[in-house]
């Protein structure tokens, strides 16, 4: 686990820090000392910044999956939330293995890389983040295994962002993604979400690739 402390005016990729060099002048291990072990396809490494793609404008919500990609389909499911001022709003993520074989499937996991979302109001005109200040823990990736015809629901909602304490609603979500919307705030809002994920090199098959349109979903 890496903790970035992260302030953000143009949001800004936040997990580049769980890659940084060493700093300069750090001490060279000593003689006889064996290299770290490579790291292993249940925990493979980040060796790039992750980029945020740009998802297409919402449109109609739906309650449905995606379609299904490779054997898997997934949705984002919406919920309240806690608090008042602002309500934090809960986002779960559901991903359903539906390739009909007897073997598992395994995702490389890295939220910080994975996901891209774009907000939009009824008419399709996105809406803008806002200036966030961010103090995140962010793991580093790993696998997750889905067995046949089983669903893995995982909360996405994304700690530590910092929050204006005013009436609203705070939408806080990887890849420094967030909103925090005023009550006054009438417009509906509409949440597009891409998922997609890349198999490590020793891929075995079963990992999964591709990218996953998750249908839109309303924040209410």
Same mark, same amino acid.
């Given at each position: ?10 949001? *800004?990729? $936040?997990? %580049? /820090?769980?890659? /940084? ?12 000392? /064996?290299?770290?072990?490579?790291? $292993? ?21 739906? $309650? ?7 054997? !898997?389909?997934?949705?984002? @499911?919406? *919920? ?9 709003? +809960? ?15 395994? %995702?490389?996991?890295? #939220? ?6 774009? !907000?939009?109001?009824? +008419? ?11 103090? +995140? ?8 295994? !889905? ?15 910092? @929050? ?18 005023? #009550?006054?705030?009438?417009?509906? +809002? !509409?949440?597009?979400? @891409? ?20 249908? %839109?979903?309303? %924040?209410?």
């Amino acid at each position: 686990m890496t903790l970035l402390f992260v302030a953000v005016i143009a949001i *800004s990729c $936040s997990a %580049i /820090a769980c890659t /940084a060099p060493a700093p300069s002048g750090t001490a060279p291990a000593p003689a006889g000392t /064996a290299p770290a072990p490579a790291p $292993s396809s249940t925990m493979p490494a980040r060796t790039t910044p992750p980029v945020r793609a740009t998802p297409p404008s919402p449109g109609v919500p739906s $309650s449905g999956w995606s379609e299904a990609v490779n054997g !898997l389909r997934g949705r984002l @499911v919406v *919920s309240p939330g806690e608090g008042t001022a602002p309500r934090v709003v +809960r986002i779960d993520l559901e991903l359903q293995n539906v390739s009909g074989s007897s073997s598992p499937l395994q %995702i490389v996991w890295d #939220a910080e890389a994975m996901f891209a979302f774009s !907000l939009a109001d009824e +008419r399709g005109k996105k809406i803008p983040m806002g200036p966030i200040e961010e103090s +995140r823990m962010i793991s580093r990736p790993y696998v997750r295994t !889905l067995q046949p015809d089983s669903v893995l629901r995982t909360d996405i909602t994304a700690q530590g962002y910092g @929050v204006r304490p005013s009436p609203g609603v705070f939408i806080g979500l990887p890849n420094s993604t967030a909103w925090q919307l005023d #009550a006054s705030d009438t417009r509906r +809002r !509409l949440l597009h979400g @891409v998922l997609t994920a890349t198999a490590t090199p020793d891929n075995d098959r079963r990992q999964w690739q591709g990218t996953l349109d998750l249908p %839109i979903v309303e %924040i209410r």
